[in-house]
């Protein structure tokens, strides 16, 4: 498995408060992404890196926020957390070329109360 | 955008049964196609992926796809299934033009009973 953690693993929380969920790798990749995966819809791409201080908005990037200081870490921040962000985020990370791949941390589970 | 339908929400075999799991998508220029697998609790596992080359695809743990090019198909195969392969299934395109942007389907569900 790639070297990917995500912190924290599970998080409750209360409409309007910030979160900040982690994604670190060891795996020296340039892109980063995060998902979030809800019954009946799949994944969907929030945000992703192409690089340190290099984002860009996914599908559903509203009520999102991202930031990369580091290689190895992005982070995702919800501003004000509502009911509808409860949801399980994967980080995944890739070395792209022609044949790129992506590989997934283990998730977080968040519940917005 | 791109758009990726699996068509079969959930299935239920017995064990040793064979399955094919559909997968099709809208783009209809060059395309990198995936299965993802998520065991329950856990996150998602590759389980093979189409770049190139020969359509059919094998994978990991006896599963393989193939790709129609004219059928915008990538279905997913395993003649013999185990309990152990239940899990939630996702196929996974990117466009050649648009890397990184990876589109998922919904999703199938899939139970084995032993």
């Known amino acids: 498995d790639a070297g990917i953690t995500q912190s924290p693993r599970h998080k409750v929380t209360e409409t309007g408060t910030p979160v900040t969920l982690r994604c670190h790798q060891t795996?020296?990749?340039?892109?980063m992404y995060w998902y979030r995966q809800d019954p009946g819809h799949g994944l969907r791409l929030i945000h992703y890196?192409?690089?340190?201080?290099?984002?860009d908005k996914g599908e559903v990037s509203d009520g999102y926020s991202v930031s990369r200081s580091k290689t190895e870490d992005f982070l995702l921040t919800l501003e004000s957390a509502t009911s509808s962000q409860t949801s399980v985020y994967f980080c995944?990370?890739?070395?792209?070329?022609?044949?790129?791949?992506?590989?997934f941390g283990p998730g977080t589970r968040l519940l917005v109360l | 955008a791109q758009s990726v339908s699996q068509h079969n929400h959930h299935v239920i075999l017995s064990e040793a049964a064979s399955l094919e799991l559909g997968c099709n998508y809208s783009?209809?220029?060059?395309?990198?196609l995936f299965w993802y697998v998520q065991y329950p609790g856990q996150h998602l596992q590759l389980l093979l992926k189409?770049?190139?080359?020969?359509?059919l695809v094998k994978g990991i743990k006896g599963f393989e796809a193939e790709f129609i090019k004219s059928k915008f198909s990538f279905n997913l195969r395993k003649p013999s299934v185990q309990w152990s392969d239940t899990a939630e299934y996702f196929c996974?395109?990117?466009?050649?033009?648009?890397?990184?942007?990876?589109?998922f389907g919904r999703g199938t569900q899939l139970t084995v009973w032993p």
């Open positions: 995944a990370i890739s070395d792209r070329g022609v044949q790129e791949t992506q590989y």
């Open positions: 795996e020296n990749h340039r892109y």
């Open positions: 890196s192409y690089g340190v201080k290099d984002t």
């Open positions: 783009y209809g220029g060059t395309v990198n």
């Open positions: 189409y770049f190139s080359g020969d359509p």
């Open positions: 996974a395109v990117i466009e050649g033009s648009t890397l990184g942007r990876l589109y």
